[in-house]
């Protein structure tokens, strides 16, 4: 039976929760996550954890901002005038926007505060700054043939 590490597939199940206890991300039972070791989709620190062991494990562990979506950027927060905003749209705090960050170049952003005159988009990944604990259950494993 093959370890997880490199040169496998590995399928996991996974949880990860706020340190208040709030699941924020994770698989369902229907749809594990399969990946290639060492291929980076997946968080460096997770593969860290799991390395060496076997299908039918469980480990549980925190992954910090640093290794993760990255601490909280003050600067990523911009304050935009309202006229701005194009008419006849709703702006609604908490919606997802695409937006021209420069010419050519889109951007994903969330609507923070919105006010009278103003509004504020935040282009800080919402869990940025937020330390997470992952509960991983190693599903399977193959060697890349």
């Known amino acids: ?17 706020l340190e208040s206890g709030t699941r924020v991300l994770g698989t369902n039972k229907s749809e594990p996550f399969v990946f290639r070791f060492g291929s980076g989709e997946i968080f460096e620190k997770v593969q860290r ?32 005038p309202i006229e701005e905003f194009p008419k006849g749209k709703k702006l609604r705090r ?16 969330f609507v923070g505060d919105v006010q009278n005159d103003h509004f504020v988009l935040d282009f800080n990944h919402p869990l940025a700054g937020r330390t997470l604990k992952y509960k991983v259950r190693i599903l399977d494993v193959n060697q890349i043939t």
């Open 1 to 17: 039976m093959s370890k997880a590490g490199p040169g496998t597939y590995v399928t996991i199940e996974y949880d990860a929760f």
């Open 49 to 80: 954890e799991i390395i060496c062991l076997d299908p039918g494990a469980v480990r549980e562990f925190k992954v910090h901002p640093d290794e993760a979506f990255g601490e909280f950027d003050q600067s990523r927060v911009l304050r935009v």
């Open 94 to 109: 908490g919606m997802l926007l695409k937006v021209e960050t420069e010419p050519g170049q889109q951007g994903l952003c």
